[in-house]
C-alpha cells in the first residue's frame, strides 16, 4: 500500500465512524455520511475500489434507511394515536431541535415535544399529546435501529467487495 491507498483508507474511515455516529441522532442523515465514504473511495481509488454496482446498491440502502427515518416517527406516533398534527409536531420539534443548544438533548426532546404541542393543538388532551410523543420516541428509537443497521449493510458490502 502507497501513502493515497493509506490516506483514502483513513478519510474512508472517518467518514464511516462519523456516520455511524450520526445515525444514533434523529433526521441527521448519518447513513448518507456512510455511503458518502463509499462515493469518496470510488471517485479516489477508480478501478482498486468497488464496483460501479456496490456504490448503486449502497445508495439504494442508503435511501431506505433515510426514508425509514423519516417514517419511522410519523409511524410511532401514529401507532399511538396520534393525529395528523401530532405526527406533524414531531418532525417539526425534529427539526427545531437541531439548533437548539445543546442538540443532541434537543434531538431527542424535540420530536416528543413536537408530538405533544401538535396534538394540544389538535384540540386533543395532554394524556392523549403524551401518547403521541411516547409513540414518537418509540418510533425515533426503531429508525435508530434500521439506520444503524442499514448503515453496518453498507459498510459490510463496501469490505467485501473491496477484499474479495
Not at 41 to 67: N, P
Request: charged content about 10%; hydrophobic content about 60%.
Amino acid at each position: 500500500m502507497d501513502w493515497n491507498e493509506y490516506l483514502a483508507t483513513g478519510t474512508v474511515t472517518l467518514l464511516f465512524l462519523i456516520g455511524l455516529v450520526a445515525s444514533f441522532l434523529p433526521v441527521i442523515p448519518g447513513n448518507f455520511i456512510v455511503w458518502l465514504g463509499v462515493i469518496v473511495h470510488k471517485i479516489w481509488m477508480t478501478d482498486a475500489s468497488v464496483s460501479w454496482k456496490i456504490v448503486l446498491l449502497t445508495g439504494f440502502i442508503t435511501l431506505v434507511g433515510q426514508l425509514a427515518d423519516i417514517y419511522m416517527g410519523i409511524w410511532g406516533a401514529r401507532k399511538f394515536g396520534a393525529s395528523w398534527k401530532g405526527a406533524c409536531g414531531a418532525i417539526i420539534g425534529a427539526l427545531i431541535g437541531l439548533f437548539l443548544p445543546p442538540p443532541l438533548f434537543w434531538l431527542i426532546v424535540g420530536p416528543i415535544a413536537g408530538a405533544v404541542v401538535g396534538e394540544l393543538l389538535a384540540g386533543r388532551t395532554l394524556r392523549e399529546g403524551g401518547r403521541a410523543g411516547l409513540g414518537s420516541l418509540i418510533g425515533g428509537v426503531v429508525a435508530f435501529a434500521v439506520k444503524f443497521g442499514l448503515s453496518l449493510c453498507v459498510i459490510g458490502l463496501f469490505l467485501i467487495d473491496l477484499w474479495f
